[in-house]
């Protein structure tokens, strides 16, 4: 009886199975079905298989909305998988081709988002990509203000900003400790002239009015200490430039 019911399950197993496979032949010559094979495969991780059958839907079925369905879908594949060179060039080449997109808010972040999640952790490693990931997200916020990724691409855009802001103290530090006020005097000037108001504007106005001291420029060693004061009247930055002024 027990050896009966296994060959029957076996049977019926193999009868699904087999069933499946014609079936995904069959589906495989329309683009609907060809698609929805590659979904199966995204779905279920196989991100490899899913861009394989995404790519062939595109190049099967160039005609079809489901070809340009795959390619983005290509672009989300990659993004999953964390791959977001690969991603970022799908997303633009997407944008390229499909510039009034029903969702090209959402192409536009995750061009941004691609640019971003490539950031090194380390501020002292290459930071270029920062300025392609504000630029991107920037144009999402502009250009689609009621998008539902505003307010994410804000939060993303003021990390990245804050990001080159902390490189840009960092090297200020790399030459005020080691005494070479003037390149640091620059570096603690454009930490303040371009990233207002993200908590580095005190210390960079008290360290560019000591390296001004320093180097003998009194005039502008008193205008820095002079809006330090307006701007943060009793704050440690502020004793510590009139120490070095005095």
């Given at each position: 009886?027990?050896?009966t019911?296994?060959?029957?399950?076996?049977?019926?197993a193999?009868g699904?199975?087999?069933?499946?496979?014609?079936?995904?032949?069959?589906?495989?010559?329309?683009?609907?079905?060809?698609?929805?094979?590659?979904?199966?495969?995204?779905?279920?991780?196989?991100?490899?298989?899913?861009?394989?059958?995404?790519?062939?839907?595109?190049?099967?079925?160039?005609?079809?909305?489901?070809a340009?369905?795959?390619?983005?879908?290509?672009?989300?594949?990659?993004?999953?998988?964390?791959?977001?060179?690969?991603?970022?060039?799908?997303?633009?080449?997407?944008?390229?081709?499909?510039?009034?997109a029903?969702?090209?808010?959402?192409?536009?972040?995750?061009?941004?988002?691609?640019?971003?999640?490539q950031?090194?952790?380390?501020?002292?490693?290459?930071?270029?990509?920062?300025?392609?990931?504000?630029?991107?997200?920037?144009?999402?916020?502009?250009?689609?203000?009621?998008?539902q990724?505003?307010?994410?691409?804000?939060?993303?855009?003021?990390?990245a900003?804050?990001m080159l802001?902390?490189?840009?103290?960092?090297i200020a530090?790399?030459?005020?400790?080691?005494?070479?006020?003037d390149s640091a005097?620059?570096?603690?000037?454009g930490?303040?002239?371009?990233?207002r108001?993200?908590?580095?504007?005190?210390?960079?106005?008290?360290?560019?009015?000591?390296?001004?001291?320093?180097?003998g420029?009194?005039?502008?060693?008193k205008?820095?200490?002079?809006?330090?004061?307006?701007?943060?009247?009793?704050?440690?930055?502020?004793?510590?430039?009139?120490?070095?002024?005095?």
């Open positions: 009886m027990l050896k019911l296994r060959v029957i399950t076996i049977a019926a193999m699904v199975l087999l069933s499946g496979c014609s079936s995904i032949e069959k589906n495989s010559n329309t683009p609907e079905g060809a698609f929805a094979i590659a979904e199966e495969f995204d779905q279920g991780e196989r991100y490899e298989e899913a861009i394989r059958r995404y790519t062939e839907v595109k190049n099967k079925f160039p005609y079809s909305n489901f340009t369905k795959a390619e983005l879908a290509i672009a989300d594949v990659y993004y999953k998988q964390e791959s977001y060179a690969e991603a970022q060039v799908a997303y633009q080449m997407f944008k390229e081709l499909h510039p009034t029903p969702n090209s808010d959402y192409v536009q972040f995750r061009i941004g988002m691609s640019y971003f999640n950031l090194p952790s380390s501020i002292d490693r290459d930071l270029t990509q920062a300025n392609d990931a504000i630029l991107n997200l920037s144009e999402l916020i502009k250009k689609y203000p009621n998008s990724h505003v307010a994410e691409a804000k939060e993303k855009r003021t990390a900003i804050k802001a902390e490189k840009e103290e960092y530090d790399f030459y005020f400790k080691r005494k070479i006020f005097l620059g570096r603690y000037e930490l303040y002239n371009n990233y108001s993200l908590g580095f504007d005190a210390k960079a106005l008290s360290r560019a009015a000591i390296c001004a001291q320093k180097i420029d009194s005039p502008k060693a205008k820095y200490t002079e809006v330090l004061a307006r701007e943060f009247p009793g704050s440690s930055e502020l004793k510590a430039a009139q120490k070095e002024i005095e």
